[in-house]
């Protein structure tokens, strides 16, 4: 699974918010229910933001904007999404209990693992749905593993760590929402068996931690208002039931 194609996935299901995030990052037919929950439509200001200079000076951030919708189709749902005029469709659909799910007309597998003489790979999206913060109360954390990368020579490990923080009012040009703010950690940690290949790879063992905060609207399940982490923020500019 490679993280261009995966960040697609996520990049389509983020854009038409919580639910039906939750629901592309899942693994059984459920999710398409869910998913048909959420809003048609949304169309959001993404900005990226320059996370380090390049050649001595700062570049100047990118802003476009993504439109996504969303339709029921046989045993699924389809998602359109544009953003500057490229057009990507994403689809799952449930065969033999199972859940499908298509990018561009290619399969994806949302949880895989693999063992070889030299170790094991494992990975879970259906664990990191930050969607399920319907599911808590304002202060409560939860917790999960997103993937698990072991060899002979290093063991690399994500987890996430999210906590429904509190309750805001968020104004956007779409208009004015009650929502749940809700701030998600990623921790990757990568441990080297040789601390000799430890130093030479600039590596202490240290996690790398990476957190992103979204605010859902509390009286349209799953639809994300705003969200923002290191680098990059999207904004709410119109959305449909």
């Known amino acids: 699974m490679r993280v261009s194609v995966l960040s697609g996935v996520v990049f389509l299901t983020t854009s038409l ?46 802003t ?4 996504s ?22 689809k799952q659909t449930c065969v033999g209990g199972k859940l499908v799910t298509e990018l561009d007309g290619k ?13 094991s790979i494992n990975v879970r999206l259906g664990n990191f749905a930050d969607a399920s913060y319907l599911k808590h109360k304002v202060g409560e954390v939860w917790t999960g ?25 968020i104004t956007t ?9 809700v701030e998600a950690q990623t921790i990757s940690t990568t441990t080297f068996q040789d601390p000799k290949m430890a130093a030479a790879m600039g590596q202490r063992n240290k996690p790398t931690v990476t957190t992103t905060t979204t605010w859902y609207a ?12 290191k680098g990059m923020s999207s904004l709410l500019l119109k959305y449909q039931k």
């Open 17 to 62: 918010g919580g639910a039906l995030g939750s629901a592309a990052s899942a693994t059984d037919c459920s999710s398409i229910k869910a998913a048909l929950q959420g809003p048609r439509s949304v169309t959001y200001q993404q900005k990226l933001l320059p996370v380090a200079p390049v050649g001595g000076q700062a570049s100047a951030p990118m």
């Open 64 to 67: 476009f904007v993504v439109s």
């Open 69 to 90: 919708t969303v339709r029921p189709i046989p045993n699924g749902y389809q998602v359109q999404n544009v953003t500057d005029g490229k057009t990507h469709v994403l």
């Open 107 to 119: 399969r994806l597998d949302m949880g895989a693992s693999a063992q070889s003489g030299g170790g």
């Open 145 to 169: 593993t997103l993937s698990s990368v072991k060899t002979q020579d290093f063991t690399m490990t994500t987890t996430y760590r999210n906590k429904l923080v509190r309750t805001e009012k």
């Open 173 to 181: 040009p779409a208009g004015t929402f009650n929502t749940y703010r």
């Open 218 to 229: 509390k009286d349209i399940p799953g639809l994300i208002v705003k969200m923002e982490s």
